[in-house]
């Protein structure tokens, strides 16, 4: 009896681990800024309730398969560890540093902390703020795997 236990014990640790594992490799990779068309930019000011929504371009990321990442944007250099949680990544930063090396030595450094990232139709995607013009706006990153 205890040998049957064990046996299905197995099987099952088994294929709940190589789920697991299929999951996170179909995330690693690299991914850049998605190039979004017009009707899309449409669809999402609509569901933003005709607000003025802003779209990220120029970001990069790369997800490795030894739970690392690095984050490019148009300024900074992000690195740290990533894990999946239901149907998101979440980074979570060790390092941010300027692109522009001569301002890491000038500026304080820039902050660290946790980004998510919803992953839906192979695409991935953050809300965030930025100020314009005084006000905060909404940007919405969308990262497609290359």
């Not at 996170?24 to 607000?51: A, C, D, M, P, R």
Request: hydrophobic content about 40%; aromatic content about 12%; overall charge positive.
């Amino acid at each position: 009896m205890i040998l049957k236990i064990n046996k299905y014990y197995f099987l099952f640790f088994i294929f709940f681990h190589s789920c697991k594992l299929l999951n996170n490799e179909s995330i690693i990779g690299h991914y850049e800024s998605y190039q979004i068309g017009k009707l899309e930019t449409i669809k999402h000011v609509v569901k933003n309730g005709f607000k003025k929504i802003y779209f990220s371009a120029g970001i990069t990321l790369d997800i490795k398969a030894d739970s690392t990442f690095t984050y490019a944007t148009c300024g900074n250099i992000l690195t740290g560890r990533w894990r999946v949680e239901k149907d998101s990544i979440i980074l979570h930063e060790k390092t941010n540093r300027f692109r522009l090396d001569s301002l890491n030595n000038v500026l304080p450094p820039p902050r660290i902390g946790i980004d998510k990232f919803g992953i839906d139709k192979g695409k991935l995607y953050s809300a965030g703020k930025i100020i314009v013009k005084g006000k905060k706006q909404q940007v919405l990153d969308i990262l497609i795997k290359k």
